[in-house]
């Protein structure tokens, strides 16, 4: 199993910027379908967005379309995500996590076709 470590979270204001990353060690890196989710206190773990194996394809949940951009490093076995113009409403735990090539892409919302999760990083925006 691959494992996963995510990094750059912290405090931001509403309107600023943060970029999270997830390295990858133990896998083959470029076989995966990578997604990040992210838990809010006292809701549910909710997708936020996937990036196909290649780095050729990209889906966001739409209430983060067009402000948060994922991408992805096979060479460095690292995935990014580019979060502007954070909002209250994004403060949570975001994680990212690892599936077979395909089977991520094909239903990226199901958390059980994800085979590894890093830890989680806590993104805190204050209004």
């Known amino acids: 199993q691959v494992q996963l470590v995510e990094s750059g979270g912290g405090l931001v204001q509403a309107g600023g910027s943060l970029r999270l990353s997830c390295a990858a060690s133990g896998g083959t890196f470029s076989h995966y379908d990578m997604g990040w989710f992210r838990q809010a206190p006292g809701k549910e773990r909710e997708f936020v967005a996937i990036v196909s194996w290649s780095g050729a394809s990209t889906l966001y949940a739409d209430s983060v379309k067009g402000r948060f951009t994922i991408s992805r490093e096979n060479a460095k076995n690292t995935v990014n995500l580019q979060m502007n113009s954070l909002k209250p409403e994004d403060t949570a735990v975001y994680y990212c996590?690892?599936?077979?090539?395909?089977?991520?892409?094909?239903?990226?919302?199901?958390?059980?076709?994800?085979?590894?999760w890093g830890q989680g990083t806590q993104v805190t925006v204050s209004s």
């Open positions: 996590a690892a599936a077979f090539g395909g089977a991520g892409w094909r239903t990226p919302r199901r958390e059980d076709v994800y085979h590894s």
